[in-house]
């Protein structure tokens, strides 16, 4: 029987929330679901001087978005209440005290430039600087207002890591971090110890930069006698190019602003969760629940992933295709109500769901529904350069064009009934009568009611606009030869 996953996603309210923070609340959320346990929202927000406003609803607003409820943190509560870890310096407190009183602490009241001092003395010597070997011979008694350092004892560690494997390391690496500031905030090398402890978390998952803190880590986990949870380090995403972690820089947006731009919350978590990992098969498209099921930290790779925009979006037109295939286009409709051209708003939207009906296929974000249905809405501006430099009209005159169009307004206002069905048949019969390649004839028709680079079918196109409309457009192009 599989143990029961505690799991929790704990990021700082920085600024707005990247590709990689989420990830690092995917995984975790997979993890506790798939064993019906449960995933816990902290926020980290003792780096006052880092902390944005707002910046925590913005991490909210985006888990709901992508459909990561958290089971325990803001907003719902929980029984390990406060989820700011800014409520909870008396706990911190309280458990650096346990340390002190075991003389596994002590209180550093050394200032700051002698810190550096002594930084400074070990960099001329080229050696490492370790504030272990420069610890007060006899510290104070801790009064508020003063740091707290862990004492530590060097020694090796060896540990495994889920996704990196077995590790081991030398006592070199084991120093006195500080574990309370002076400003009465714990570090975040103590405090998601402490909260982990306290939440009883079963898996931290967290980003493979922490690795190297993690021999520190095991020596405070020893220290209070606790049982290590399961470590699992996530690999950087990769900026495109493959040889560094992504940044803003490499082009990477938020996820809000991808959300802003028309991608899809499914097509999101489906791509950030097969960022790094998969399930050993050729399948690319997963629902949340498939991820749930088929998810597993053994699968995660130990390299870094590169980050590939290309292949997001193909992916969000691939689920936009399915949400219209599985649920309807009333359903994709209603995804896409700030996606629309302004003159939208004075049409029924039964007409827009016709319109997103003929044109889903060609989307790759929903903001392309701005550009690629404004001619739906609003009678294009005649372009007579575009047509007269089509690759397949310009061998044509201006004088042939013009008696094409009106043998094409002639025979479309004979078609008895408007439908698609009716407008195929007199496109074919037209094709007949003019002796004119499709290439030909359909560029001329679809560039006269729609002066766009691309459009759907002709003949749904057509069905769609309304006879008037698509007439009064031909005659106009007709008229302007």
């Known amino acids: 029987m599989f143990m029961k996953a505690i799991t929790r996603f704990a990021p700082s309210p920085t600024g707005y929330i990247h590709i990689g923070n989420v990830r690092s609340a995917i995984y975790p959320y997979l993890v506790a679901h798939q064993t019906d346990g449960k995933m816990i929202l902290r926020i980290e927000d003792t780096d006052r001087g880092r902390y944005v406003e707002g910046a925590t609803e913005l991490i909210e607003d985006t888990l709901k978005w992508l459909g990561l409820d958290w089971d325990e943190g803001p907003i719902i509560g929980g029984p390990n209440e406060p989820y700011f870890q800014s409520e909870r310096t008396e706990i911190y407190l309280a458990w650096a005290k346990k340390l002190l009183e075991s003389g596994r602490a002590y209180a550093d009241p050394t200032p700051p430039e002698k810190i550096e001092e002594y930084r400074a003395k070990c960099n001329a010597k080229k050696v490492p600087f370790l504030y272990r070997n420069f610890r007060p011979e006899n510290p104070p008694e801790w009064e508020p207002g003063m740091p707290i ?40 090398n103590f405090a998601h110890i402490v909260d982990d402890a306290e939440m009883n978390i079963t898996h931290v998952m967290r980003g493979v930069e922490y690795l190297s803190s993690t021999p520190n880590y095991l020596a405070l986990y020893e220290a209070l006698g606790l049982v290590r949870p399961k470590l699992v380090s996530l690999p950087h995403i990769l900026a495109p190019t493959g040889n560094k972690k992504l940044g803003k820089r490499d082009g990477a947006k938020s996820v809000t602003e991808y959300r802003d731009d028309g991608v899809l919350a499914e097509a999101m978590l489906n791509y950030l969760a097969c960022l790094g990992w998969n399930d050993g098969t050729e399948q690319e498209i997963y629902t949340k629940d498939e991820l749930i099921e088929k ?45 629309w051209p302004e003159e939208a708003a004075d049409y029924p939207e039964e007409y827009r769901v016709k319109v997103l009906s003929i044109i889903y296929d060609r989307l790759k974000t929903l903001s392309d529904l701005h550009e690629m249905t404004g001619y739906f809405f609003k009678d294009p501006e005649i372009d007579m350069k575009m047509v007269m430099e089509n690759k397949f009209l310009k061998k044509m005159s201006e004088a042939e064009i013009e008696e094409l169009l009106k043998k094409v307004i002639s025979k479309l206002a004979e078609v008895p009934e408007w439908n698609a069905e009716k407008l195929q048949e007199a ?26 680079p691309f459009s759907p079918a002709l003949n749904l196109t057509m069905e769609t606009l309304g006879k008037e409309t698509s007439l009064a457009r031909l005659n106009a192009v007709a008229r302007s030869i």
């Open 149 to 188: 350092r862990f004492k530590a004892e060097p020694k090796e560690y060896s540990w495994h890591d889920e996704v990196m494997g077995d590790m081991h390391t030398g006592p070199e690496v084991l120093d006195d971090i500080i574990l309370i500031k002076a400003d009465g905030y714990p570090t975040y």
């Open 295 to 339: 998810f597993s930290v053994e699968r995660i790779q130990n390299s870094g992933a590169r980050y590939d925009e290309t292949k997001l979006l193909w992916m969000n037109g691939q689920w936009i295709r399915k949400i219209f295939a599985e649920q309807g286009a009333r359903a994709l409709y209603d995804r896409t109500v700030n996606f």
């Open 427 to 452: 496109l074919n019969a037209l094709l007949s009568e003019t002796g004119k390649k499709p290439a030909e004839l359909f560029s001329l028709i679809r560039i006269a009611i729609s002066f766009a």
